[in-house]
Every structure is written in structure tokens, then in C-alpha cells.
């Protein structure tokens, strides 16, 4: 089982990323999804979740109404939408599956102007 996380990079407060989650050779389709984040020296931390069909998510407080977690289980990925980025969103992204113990390599995120 691989995660492969993507879409990370520098952007400007206010602005937007798309990361993209990729799980080839892995029941995709009957695993729920999650993404972390863990910030320079600080523990890792839950961001979002999302059910197998993807009909029910969950988040974290500091990103709920600004981030938006999504799966397409034809192509085995999940994404999460992040809008309105501040620079405290600053981290290294994680991609989890729970079902297998997986994590992926991550992704870096920089919020800053």
C-alpha cells in the first residue's frame, strides 16, 4: 500500500491549494480517508476526514469552513481543498489511511507573504 501526496507549495495568505492524494493497489474504495498536518516542531495533527463513499467528512476546528476534503474513488484519490490559507496553516500535509496503518511522504505547505 503507497500514499502519494501532492500540490504542496509557497502561497500568499488569502491564497489556495489543491492536494491531491494518490493510493495505487489499495481498496480504495472501502477505506475511509484522512489528512494531517504537523507543523515544524510541533506535533502532528488532524485536519479532516472522509468516509469510504464519501458522504460524510469531519474537521478540525482551526480549518472548518475554509478546507474541503473530497475523494473520487475512480481514480483512488482523495483531495483537500484549502482556501483562505494563513500563514499558522503552515505544515507538512499528510495523507492517512486508517483501515491499513498507512501514512503518506507528505506534502509542505508555506502560508506567507
Known amino acids: 500500500v503507497q500514499l502519494v501526496e501532492s500540490g504542496g507549495g509557497l502561497v500568499q495568505p488569502g491564497g489556495l491549494l489543491r492536494l491531491p492524494c494518490v493510493a495505487p493497489g489499495f481498496t480504495f474504495s472501502s477505506s475511509a480517508m484522512c489528512w494531517y498536518r504537523q507543523a515544524p516542531g510541533k506535533e502532528r495533527k488532524f485536519v479532516a476526514s472522509?468516509?469510504?463513499?464519501?458522504?460524510?467528512?469531519n474537521y478540525a476546528d482551526p480549518v472548518k469552513g475554509r478546507f474541503t476534503i473530497s475523494r473520487d474513488n475512480t481514480v483512488n484519490t482523495v483531495y483537500l481543498q484549502t482556501n483562505s490559507l494563513k500563514p499558522e496553516d503552515t505544515a507538512e500535509y499528510f495523507c492517512?489511511?486508517?483501515?491499513?496503518?498507512?501514512w503518506g511522504q507528505g506534502t509542505q505547505v508555506t502560508v506567507s507573504s
Open positions: 492517512y489511511a486508517p483501515r491499513a496503518g498507512v
Open positions: 472522509i468516509g469510504s463513499a464519501g458522504r460524510s467528512a
